[in-house]
Nanobody, 126 residues
Framework: QVQLVESGGGLVQPGGSLRLSCAAS????????MAWFRQAPGKEREFVAA????????YYADAMKGRFTISRDNAKNTVYLQMNSLKPEDTAVYYC???????????????????WGQGTQVTVSS
């Protein structure tokens, strides 16, 4: 069992930056792939980024490439999402997710994740 708690959301102006954190507790965090998803009002939850258990491999949705960076610190049981050049369309609730045993092709599939945080709101507005 893994418990996930996101933090770091807030209100930011277009072009600004935020860093989200996801603190994990429970067993075997270091064996879990970790991902960020987001859900805007009236829209389906969508994949943002994922990292392998070691942090050695990272994957991004096309819209986030070059602007967002996912990383993890296994010593702190924490995964991060650095978001730069934020746009109003990035406004959403951002969720952290975890699971083990995922193939790379499954990282972007939210149905494959058993563990989810409660989400943190990110609002990009002037």
């Amino acid at each position: 069992q893994v418990q996930l708690v996101e933090s770091g959301g807030g209100l930011v102006q277009p072009g600004g930056s935020l860093r989200l954190s996801c603190a994990a507790s429970g067993r075997a965090f270091t064996t879990y792939a970790m991902a960020w998803f987001r859900q805007a009002p009236g829209k389906e939850r969508e994949f943002v980024a994922a990292t392998s258990w070691s942090g050695g491999s990272t994957y991004y949705a096309d819209a986030m490439k070059g602007r967002f960076t996912i990383s993890r610190d296994n010593a702190k049981n924490t995964v991060y999402l650095q978001m730069n050049s934020l746009k109003p369309e990035d406004t959403a609730v951002y969720y952290c997710a975890a699971d083990d045993g995922l193939a790379v092709k499954e990282y972007s599939d939210l149905r494959r994740y058993d563990y989810w945080g409660q989400g943190t709101q990110v609002t990009v507005s002037s």
